[in-house]
């Protein structure tokens, strides 16, 4: 089987509360934006499930890593941070379920199950840098329509 090497992507705010949010009295919700910049993942994906393989660094546990659903346009692809980039909290609706099992120490094979089409994010969390005016990174990738079989007419 091919092996594909995924880039560590940077997620950067792209919507931010402004200042009516603070003198809304809670009113107005005011959630951070981040984005990934194009409308798509290069890793594509079909199928009932996907496995990759993720190595932690001696810092990390596997706790760390969330799979999370993007918010997709044209020319990019969107999550929700919540209130606070520096404690995020996501819609629960963004939030992905994958199993993980430790292969060798420090290596996990992550199966992901593939039932709708989009495009998905593995997010480490702390991984955000506020003075380089990062959120945070991870490792992105797309789900196709899986084609449908039988006879066309």
Known sequence: EDFATHDLKPVIPSKQPGKMSSFSGGLVNGHIIGSLIDGAAK?????????????????????????????????????????????PVFPVSSVKQ????E??????????PLSK????????LGSGDEKKGLLGKGYDFGVDK??????SK
């Open 43 to 87: 890793t594509r994906a079909s199928g009932p499930s996907a496995i990759f393989f993720f190595r932690l660094d001696q810092k990390g546990t596997i706790d760390d890593l969330a799979l999370l659903s993007l918010e997709t346009s044209s020319k990019q692809r969107d999550l929700d941070f919540g209130k606070k980039a520096g404690k």
């Open 103 to 112: 292969i060798i120490p420090g290596v996990y094979r992550l199966t992901v």
């Open 117 to 124: 089409p989009g495009e998905y994010l593995f997010f480490i």
């Open 98 to 101: 994958f199993e993980s099992k």
């Open 146 to 151: 899986a084609a449908k079989s039988g006879v």
